[in-house]
């Protein structure tokens, strides 16, 4: 029992905009004075609310729970951020809901989390991170491409001149300069490892 | 004012929270630009809102569940909002020109990595954002191009500054531009200050003539 106050609400048919104004009044009264009773009005139409979306999503309890209680946390931490004039309660609750879940099924794919939900939705800050800038550096141009071709030894040039400039199949190569399949691949091979080097000597 | 546009269908999936997190970015910053698609994206989210909550619920959990998870909320003190510092930095700066950002990919510059040369006046910068897709910005210098390629994936780019054209269009500041294998096409720039993109690609350009063919091994290196 939640010192004597009743969750109620939770099953009604109410709309979300039947009731916008009741609630957006219970959450300035909880950003003003942290009134639980507002935030059991809050709490016992939003939740259960919630949980179905959860569920759906998550598709499964213990995530759905703990998507549900996220969200319901953040409402009563940071309810003097809800601003009326931007969106209804249900719209303000909603956002706060899906970046959360998209945080959540990031972390869930081992993602790093120095990226979130806020970067794009900032539901929940008022400010941006801070930026730096890295000077300009490295320079590779097609020209330089080509010089690092002319560095090729001959056959191998020959090779992807044929290949990647003229366009031709690696057994058409072959067949035009009588060599075998295999040394058009090798040469092939060691001419991109080549390039490779060369172009990470240049970075 | 932006004409191009991403599709109406790609928004509601960004209001959703549907889309992957390279995607959300550009729209997002597309978004800061475009005030059209800024309102779309808003009608979407009440709307969803509307219906998400819109409902009788049915088979609840234990209450007691809910009443513990009361409990243990109003314990809680109250937050203030994640409020950063002003960034040090809105906007980029390159060849002595000023270019500035979109709120958005402010955010994500102390992600981006250093710039480097490609082929004919074009400048890449990299941005690591843990994705299997690449974000990048890309700088087109006056008159420089891109040799003429196709995408084995689908690629987004927004235009932050200046104009650029291809075989179909023109465009310009604030558009956003979806580019899939359907599409052969080589950009250039004959904006006096050249023409800053942000691109978002989920896999490596592929070149598709002459010279230039060469740097198909290589696509990974160049926009990773």
């Not at chain 1, 999503?57 to 213990?62: P, V």
């Not at chain 2, 420089?144 to 689908?154: I, W, Y």
């Amino acid at each position: 029992m939640l010192v004597g106050i009743p969750l109620e609400q939770s099953n009604s048919a109410v709309k979300p905009k039947e009731c916008a104004t009741e609630m957006s009044d219970y959450i300035v009264k909880v950003a003003e004075t942290r009134c639980k009773r507002s935030f059991a009005r809050v709490f016992g139409y939003f939740a259960p609310r919630l949980r179905s979306y959860a569920l759906k999503q998550m598709g499964n309890e213990a995530l759905a729970m703990e998507l549900v209680q996220d969200t319901m946390s953040n409402v009563w931490q940071k309810a003097h951020l809800f601003n009326a004039s931007k969106g209804s309660p249900s719209t303000w609750i909603f956002t706060i809901a899906r970046n959360i879940r998209f945080d959540m099924l990031r972390k869930l794919q081992n993602r790093k989390e120095d990226v979130c939900s806020d970067d794009f939705w900032p539901v929940l800050c008022e400010q941006t991170a801070d930026a730096n800038e890295k000077p300009l550096d490295e320079q590779i141009t097609l020209e330089q491409i080509g010089f690092m071709f002319e560095d090729l030894p001959v056959k191998q040039k020959a090779v992807i001149e044929a290949i990647y400039i003229d366009g031709k199949s690696q057994q058409e190569v072959a067949d035009e300069l009588s060599i075998p399949l295999g040394t058009v691949k090798s040469r092939t091979r060691l001419a991109l490892q080549r390039l490779k080097g060369m172009l990470h000597d240049h970075g | 004012m932006a004409r191009f546009h991403p599709e109406p269908e790609h928004l509601l999936q960004f209001a959703q929270g549907s889309l992957a997190l390279s995607e959300s970015l550009i729209i997002a910053a597309h978004c800061d630009m475009c005030t059209r698609c800024q309102q779309i994206v808003h009608q979407h989210t009440s709307i969803l809102s509307a219906e998400i909550f819109d409902f009788p619920v049915t088979g609840e959990p234990d209450p007691a569940r809910f009443d513990s998870m009361f409990e243990h909320i109003t314990q809680l003190p109250p937050l203030k909002g994640k409020i950063a510092p002003t960034p040090a930095q809105t906007s980029i700066e390159l060849d002595g020109k000023r270019f500035p950002l979109p709120l958005t990919l402010q955010r994500i510059l102390c992600k981006t990595g250093s710039w480097s040369g490609l082929v004919g006046k074009l400048w890449q910068a990299p941005v690591d954002l843990d994705t299997t897709g690449l974000a990048t910005f890309i700088y087109m210098g006056r008159g420089g191009t891109v040799p003429e390629h196709t995408h084995r994936g689908t690629e987004y780019t927004l235009v932050l500054d200046g104009e650029f054209c291809d075989e179909l269009n023109r465009y310009r500041t604030g558009d956003f531009i979806s580019m899939s294998h359907e599409h052969i096409h080589s950009p250039h720039s004959d904006s006096l200050d050249g023409c800053l993109v942000f691109s978002v690609l989920d896999q490596p350009l592929h070149f598709t003539s002459g010279l230039a063919r060469l740097l198909n091994p290589f696509s990974h290196l160049f926009f990773r």
